[in-house]
């Protein structure tokens, strides 16, 4: 089966600008999450979704991010406008269930943001 | 606050030798204790993973111990092949939760 995919995986902006990243979960896979990996930090949660629904979305930063995923499908998720300390690798990962077996999450190969 | 707590940050080990890291976490409420391995330029990949009412799990090379006392958690690569060198990251949820917590992660070197 087809992974996690991510797009684009490496994005460059300026200060101020905008971009949105894509990811496309493995089919079927009903639970979607994004987490973040700022240089020199741990992956942190952002948010989660199930189907369509934001189940949790706790770890956004604030209110310059936005996600969505509409019919329940693909997600993106929007920096506007993006800061200096949006800069890092965003990881799309996806699972069938809660992750609760130990199976866990299927991650994509992330896009590496860099705000310039 | 960092949830889980991971050491150390580098690792250079020879090609026959163990790699050991190493992970500690507050939050008695977790559950799940996966390890995950990083390829450059790749997702970080499940390579095992522990619930807290075993203290070992081995799979091939690669062993989790667990020391649900100390709240402390390790991962152990038997004859560490160059192939192994990655980044490693521990990480822990709780059962009624689905976020991971990880750790900063380990890169690991692994030298012929």
């Known amino acids: 089966e087809a992974g996690v995919t991510q797009f684009p995986s490496h994005s460059v902006i300026e200060k101020g600008q905008t971009v949105t990243l894509r990811c496309d979960p493995i089919s079927g896979h009903d639970n979607l999450y994004w987490y973040r990996r700022v240089m020199g930090k741990e992956i942190k949660f952002l948010l989660h979704f199930v189907k369509e629904s934001k189940q949790d979305e706790s770890g956004m930063p604030n209110n310059r991010f936005l996600a969505e995923r509409t019919g329940g499908t693909y997600s993106t998720l929007k920096v506007q406008p993006a800061e200096l300390e949006d800069s890092g690798v965003y990881f799309c990962?996806?699972?069938?269930?809660?992750?609760?077996?130990?199976?866990?999450?299927?991650f994509g190969s992330g896009t590496r943001l860099t705000v310039v | 606050q960092q949830q889980v707590k991971q050491s150390p940050q580098s690792l250079i080990v020879q090609k026959g030798g163990i790699s050991i890291i190493n992970c500690a976490y507050e939050?008695?409420?977790?559950?799940?204790f996966p390890w995950y391995q990083q390829f450059p330029g790749k997702g970080p990949a499940l390579l095992i993973a522990i619930r807290p009412d075993v203290s070992e799990k081995k799979e091939g090379r690669f062993t989790i111990s667990f020391n649900k006392s100390a709240k402390q958690f390790s991962l152990h690569i038997m004859d560490s092949q160059p192939g192994d060198s990655a980044t490693y990251f521990c990480a822990a949820r709780g059962a009624s939760g689905y976020a991971l917590n990880f750790g900063k992660g380990t890169s690991l070197l692994v030298t012929p």
């Open positions: 939050n008695t409420a977790f559950d799940y």
């Open positions: 990962a996806s699972s069938h269930n809660l992750g609760q077996g130990m199976g866990g999450y299927t």
